[in-house]
Nanobody
Framework: QAQLVESGGGSVQTGGSLRLSCAAS????????MAWFRQTPGKEREGVAA????????RYADSVKGRFTISQDNAQSTTYIHMNSLKPEDTGMYYC????????????????????WGAGTQVTVSS
């Protein structure tokens, strides 16, 4: 059984919105801290947003602050990322991942510090 399953990707025009979902196994969701990352061909994977403590702690990459919001539904063991005012540079494969919650402020957006990854969902923003 897959532990992380992303959905919600698609194609939108500049200025549009999308909501991505990451469904986790209950055990993973209850033990670990979740985050969203993205990657485009030829570039390194980058952290986009992270969440902890039932949503009381969130972090965002500077490039998405004010446009993206990460949230969780504990009953569904699902982590969301709401993406507004999308730009062509937001295009990429979006992945959710989890890791232990230790050193969260330091490591939560570091792709090298994640324990498990989903398969990803593609987001394409056209101009």
């Amino acid at each position: 059984q897959a532990q992380l399953v992303e959905s919600g990707g698609g194609s939108v025009q500049t200025g549009g919105s999308l909501r991505l979902s990451c469904a986790a196994s209950k055990s993973a969701y209850s033990q670990y801290c979740m985050a969203w990352f993205r990657q485009t061909p030829g570039k390194e994977r980058e952290g986009v947003a992270a969440i902890a403590n039932g949503g009381t702690k969130t972090r965002y990459a500077d490039s998405v602050k004010g446009r993206f919001t990460i949230s969780q539904d504990n009953a569904q063991s699902t982590t969301y990322i709401h993406m507004n005012s999308l730009k062509p540079e937001d295009t990429g494969m979006y992945y959710c991942a989890y890791r232990t919650c230790a050193s969260w402020w330091l490591d939560s957006l570091d792709p090298n510090q994640q324990t498990y990854w989903g398969a990803g969902t593609q987001v394409t923003v056209s101009s």
